[in-house]
């Protein structure tokens, strides 16, 4: 065979083993990265204020803490981060949201905040805004959502008090999303659950929260129960 033909075989042959490796390395990362991004939804992010981030309560006996207990008893994969912090608003909220949808890729969003907008007046509408942007932002990073539902004292005014209650049923349903209808079901009639201030539930409260908590998870609990493949 002439030497010049040999010399472009070769050439053309190391072309296409160099190409071949190029490929079979892209393929690699993108099941690499394919892999990793299960497992990093494998997780439970938490987003609330003061009622959610054990505020004057011992740490580690909140209805969180609780969750993560029940999810490691059933031997469950899912992990819990609690993202929650004393005094946020739904403004809060939503600026911290996409950071924290990027860092932690969760699978299940656990949205709990709006009664300090009402303790500061702030507009329903702007608390619905903001609560229905979070709800989007959390779907489309593949997120499932729970919305719980707050209520205020009727001190704040019939109407406003009215509106802002009916926020979470009308977001849970336009969003199509799972809703716990009344957090705090159960406490408001016993001030024995209510720490001093008659407002932050204490630490005999949480088994109750986490109660009603785990219920409204309900649909997710097979979600829960699988794990995937180390």
């Not at 619905?128 to 005014?157: C, D, H, T």
């Not at 509106?163 to 009639?189: S, T």
């Not at 409260?205 to 097979?222: D, E, P």
Request: aromatic share 8%; with cysteine.
């Amino acid at each position: 065979m002439d030497a010049n033909i040999l010399k472009m075989m070769k050439r053309n042959y190391g072309k296409f083993f160099r190409s071949g490796r190029s490929v079979a390395a892209g393929l690699f990362c993108l099941l690499l990265t394919i892999v990793t991004s299960s497992h990093a939804n494998n997780s439970i992010l938490v987003m609330g204020d003061s009622l959610s981030a054990e505020y004057g309560i011992a740490r580690g006996a909140g209805w969180v803490k609780l969750l993560e207990d029940q999810l490691q008893k059933q031997g469950s994969t899912w992990t819990v981060f609690n993202a929650s912090i004393s005094g946020e608003t739904s403004s809060g909220g939503l600026t911290r949201l996409p950071t924290l949808l990027e860092q932690k890729k969760p699978g299940i969003v656990l949205l709990e905040l709006g009664a300090n907008d009402a303790l500061r007046g702030l507009s329903v509408d702007e608390t619905e805004k903001n609560l229905r942007k979070m709800i989007q932002l959390s779907k489309q990073s593949g997120a499932k959502v729970l919305l719980f539902g707050i209520q205020i004292p009727p001190n704040y005014g019939l109407e406003y008090t009215k509106r802002f209650k009916q926020i979470f049923a009308k977001l849970a349903a336009q969003e199509h999303i799972e809703l716990l209808p009344f957090f705090m079901q159960g406490l408001a009639a016993h001030r024995d659950l209510f720490q001093a201030d008659n407002i932050h539930p204490n630490e005999k409260a949480q088994a109750l929260l986490f109660k009603n908590v785990w219920s409204a998870m309900g649909s997710y609990q097979s979600l829960l129960k699988s794990n995937p493949m180390p």
